[in-house]
Structure formats: structure tokens, C-alpha cells
């Protein structure tokens, strides 16, 4: 990972950040959350495809031939990144009780979300096990009394730990995966960067990943995607305005 290159592309942006016509911006914003949305309940099983996803979340019309917990899924979590987004423009940092309510509500009308496990779980082909309810029950909470003090991560790298080992201890019986986007999106965003969204198409790679990280303790593969997501993000932003200096017109 380039963290320099990250830092001088997103100091680029912050620069010309006020000179992006703001329809431009609200458009940008809004193509990601129904993308991200989209992706990230698709890495999930979710059969809704990006048009359909679209017509629910901008459109306000109902899919037929869908069961009401898909539709559930992509409202519940266009909701919830609206929450993570409002709590950022507060300062807030990420802790429990946050994260309890991102769970709630990627949850609404599904199960009753905020709440541990008390089940063991299984994650279907992972080389990997969670840990049992009682175990588990502690390393959350190490995870929580530990977000504070990992000021020796950059900031991709502190999003990238938190998805990573918060999907590992698995506290959820469900939701796991879309709680763990949101919070690397969440610390992503305090750090001052983009959110990014992991396409359904790589969900393979990023599985890999993620277990390098739980088996063998090794964050730099997903560290690495996650930088990459998070460039190709500032890229886009940054190719909205033309090249300065450049003219329209030829000199004759």
C-alpha cells in the first residue's frame, strides 16, 4: 500500500473540493449508496440487482417476485449508512453502543438487531471458526477498549482492522458482514477519507482476504484492497473537474 500516494491524492481533492459543482457531488453520492447498498447485501446472498436496488431506494417502487426480507435488506441499509454518516458529521467515534445501533437497524423488520449471540455459528467454507459465546463476548469487548488505541495504524489500516476483526469474532448471529462494511466505512469516513464499496464481483478476493487476516493474523492483503478501493474512489472525484489550464478553444 501507497499510503504517501493516498494522502497527496486525497489532499488534491480537499483542495478543489469547493470548486466541484455541487450537483455533481449530490450525484456521485448518490450513485455510491445505492452501489454500496447494493454490494454489500449482494455479497450476502441478496438477489436484487443494482437497477432493482435503485428503483427501491430512489424511486420509492416495489420489486414483485422478491421476498419481503430482500427488500428489508436494502432499505434497512440505506438507512443505516445514513445513521453512520450522521454520527461522523457529529464527531462521533466508533464504539459499542454506535455499532449495536448500525446492527439494529441493517436488522429492522428481519430480527431483533443489537444483540450478541449466545449460539455458536459457523461461517460456511472459512478456514476459520468464531468463537464461542463466551469467548467471543470478551474479544468484542477487547475490540471495543481497543479502537481508541490503535493511533500506530493509518487510517486505511485502522479501517481495514476494524472490518477485519470485527467479522472474525462474528458477534452477531446474523449481519456480521454488512455491521463490519459499515464500520470500516465509518472509520474510513472520521479519518477523513471516502467510503468505498466492494463490488459482489470480487467478493472471492475479499473473502481471501479476510481470512489471511483471521488464520494467520495477516491484515496486508485486505489493507491493500482496501487502498485500492479508496484510490480508485479519489480518482473519480478528482477526474469531475477538467484539467487546469486547459481551453476549450484553439489559439489562432
Not at 441499509?77 to 445501533?101: M, N, P, Q, W
Amino acid at each position: 500500500m501507497n499510503y504517501e500516494l493516498l494522502l497527496q491524492k486525497k489532499e488534491q481533492l480537499d483542495r478543489i473540493w469547493e470548486s466541484i459543482p455541487k450537483e455533481a457531488l449530490a450525484s456521485f453520492e448518490q450513485n455510491f449508496e445505492v452501489e454500496y447498498t447494493h454490494n454489500s447485501t449482494a455479497i450476502e446472498g441478496n438477489t436484487l440487482t443494482l437497477i432493482q436496488t435503485k428503483a427501491i431506494l430512489e424511486d420509492g417502487l416495489s420489486v414483485g417476485g422478491k421476498t419481503l426480507r430482500e427488500i428489508y435488506e436494502v432499505t434497512n441499509h440505506a438507512k443505516a449508512f445514513a445513521y453512520v454518516r450522521r454520527c461522523v458529521a457529529e464527531g462521533k467515534s466508533l464504539d459499542e453502543a454506535i455499532t449495536k445501533e448500525i446492527h439494529a437497524l441493517l436488522m429492522e423488520n428481519i430480527l431483533t438487531g443489537g444483540i450478541y449471540r449466545n449460539v455458536e455459528v459457523r461461517i460456511s467454507g472459512a478456514g476459520f471458526k468464531p468463537p464461542v459465546p463466551s469467548e467471543m463476548y470478551r474479544q468484542v469487548k477487547t475490540f471495543f477498549a481497543d479502537l481508541p488505541y490503535k493511533g500506530e495504524l493509518n487510517p486505511i489500516e485502522l479501517a481495514a482492522w476494524t472490518h477485519a476483526e470485527f467479522v472474525r469474532i462474528h458477534p452477531f448471529v446474523d449481519g456480521n458482514g454488512r455491521t463490519s462494511r459499515m464500520l470500516m466505512n465509518y472509520q474510513l469516513m472520521v479519518g477523513e477519507f471516502l467510503p468505498i464499496s466492494i463490488a459482489k464481483e470480487n467478493r472471492l478476493e475479499y473473502f481471501e482476504a479476510l481470512e489471511q487476516y483471521a488464520v494467520n493474523g495477516n491484515l496486508t492483503p485486505f489493507a491493500d484492497m482496501v487502498a485500492e478501493l479508496e484510490e480508485g474512489r479519489l480518482d473519480e472525484y478528482l477526474s469531475i473537474l477538467p484539467e487546469q489550464g486547459s481551453s476549450p478553444t484553439q489559439n489562432m
